[in-house]
């Protein structure tokens, strides 16, 4: 069984930073596609970034391109999120999911199959 767990949100400034992190684990994955989702009060969940196995290709919501990174660390399965210049907007709860086996960039909730039990970011203006 596969468990995502994140971590890293919190209470911020606009203008500050924040890092989350996903734990993957409970077995062993051949290829998987990640991806970090958002979803504020009222609305529906949205992507925000994702990867694809390679690691090579990414893909960012419009809304937090040029501030948000996403990157991973295979050998610990981990899942990033680095999140800068934040605004009241960025406020939700974030998700990470992930599809296994996965080879291309996911952008769409649907395409994954785990998630996580999500990590609350909330920015004050």
């Known amino acids: 069984q596969v468990q995502l767990v994140e971590s890293g949100g919190g209470s911020v400034q606009a203008g500050g930073s924040l890092r989350l992190s996903c734990a993957a684990s409970?077995?062993?994955?051949?290829?998987?596609?990640m991806g970090w989702f958002r979803q504020a009060p009222g609305k529906e969940r949205e992507f925000v970034a994702a990867f694809g196995w390679s690691g090579a290709v990414t893909h960012y919501a419009d809304s937090v391109k040029g501030r948000f990174t996403i990157s991973r660390d295979n050998a610990k399965n981990m899942v990033y999120l680095q999140m800068n210049s934040l605004k009241p907007g960025d406020t939700a709860v974030y998700y990470c999911a992930l599809r296994s086996p996965g080879y291309r960039v996911l952008t769409t909730a649907g395409e994954y199959d785990h998630w996580g039990q999500g990590t609350q970011v909330t920015v004050s203006s």
């Open positions: 409970g077995r062993t994955f051949s290829s998987y596609a």
